[in-house]
């Protein structure tokens, strides 16, 4: 059983729509992420969060808005997406995200669709 | 810029044949450079690291990888597949000092046939 839960595991949803996704750990970690796995592509870290301050943002559209209320808790917000954003969304989290080379532990995915 | 290549897409071995899935890098400074597996609808587990030290690196469920400077390859072997080793592997590299940022390679699909 993961230390690191994602919900939902499947999701839907119309390009006007807006929804959330949900990732939560349970490892006492205080580096959380959010990847975007696409067929054929490698991972594309989209977001990190070390104690609770984003520290990375790779140049992810706008209609992406993550929330890290606490260091237990991440969310991907969602609206007005776009079919291309139809993927695989990985959350991880990690003691540190200061170089020490912690492995990620990572969640079981949302897959998400754009219709 | 770092980078990491997995030049198989897919991999076939019979079980109880040893198996090789490449990984060669491409950093600047010191190499931090790992192994994850991802099995189907699960997110990706950590298998080994190499940060420095040994050139062979021990990870879980019985892999290995070998550092090799020269050639800048990362490679990830197993003496004997199991068919329940057949999964996604994905090799990457720390994206410079001072961050736990990874580049992942695209995965190599390993097919462990009975």
């Known amino acids: 059983e993961t230390g690191v839960t994602q919900t939902p595991r499947h999701l839907v949803m119309g390009m006007t729509n807006k929804k959330s996704l949900k990732c939560e750990q349970h490892?006492?970690?205080?580096?959380m992420y959010w990847y975007k796995q696409s067929a054929k592509k490698p991972l594309e870290l989209m977001f990190v969060?070390?104690?609770?301050?984003?520290?990375e943002n790779n140049s992810v559209p706008s209609r992406f808005s993550p929330e890290c209320p606490n260091s237990s808790h991440l969310f991907l917000h969602l609206h007005t997406l776009q079919p291309e954003d139809s993927a695989l969304y990985l959350c991880?989290?990690?003691?540190?995200?200061?170089?020490?080379?912690?492995?990620?532990?990572f969640g079981n995915g949302t897959r998400l669709t754009v219709t | 810029a770092q980078s990491v290549a997995q030049p198989e897409d897919q991999v076939n071995v019979a079980e109880g044949n040893p198996l090789t899935v490449k990984c060669t890098y491409s950093?600047?400074?010191?190499?931090?450079l790992f192994w994850y597996v991802q099995y189907p609808n699960r997110g990706l587990q950590f298998l080994l690291k190499?940060?420095?030290?040994?050139?062979l690196v021990k990870g879980s469920y019985g892999f290995e990888a070998e550092f090799n400077k020269s050639q800048t390859s990362f490679h990830l072997k197993k003496p004997s597949a199991l068919v329940s080793d057949s999964a996604l592997y994905f090799c990457?590299?720390?994206?410079?000092?001072?961050?736990?940022?990874?580049?992942f390679g695209t995965g190599t699909r390993l097919q462990v046939f009975p």
């Open positions: 991880a989290s990690s003691q540190d995200a200061g170089g020490a080379a912690a492995p990620l532990h």
């Open positions: 969060y070390s104690l609770e301050e984003r520290v």
């Open positions: 950093v600047s400074g010191n190499p931090y």
């Open positions: 990457a590299v720390r994206d410079g000092e001072g961050t736990d940022k990874l580049i």
């Open positions: 190499y940060i420095t030290g040994d050139n």
């Open positions: 490892l006492g970690h205080n580096a």
